[in-house]
């Protein structure tokens, strides 16, 4: 299965923009309980 390279990085973008703000949360509940 060979995919697009022009679907793949649209892809990566909705993924990041997913991902950023779990991230975010996570890591300032890391920082709250310290």
């Known amino acids: ?3 697009l390279p ?3 990085e ?3 973008e909705l993924y990041r ?3 950023a703000p779990i991230k ?3 890591l ?3 920082i709250a309980r310290k």
């Open 1 to 3: 299965m060979k995919k």
């Open 6 to 8: 022009e679907v793949n």
């Open 10 to 12: 649209s892809f990566e």
């Open 17 to 19: 923009m997913l991902i």
């Open 24 to 26: 975010s949360k996570l």
């Open 28 to 30: 300032l509940t890391g």
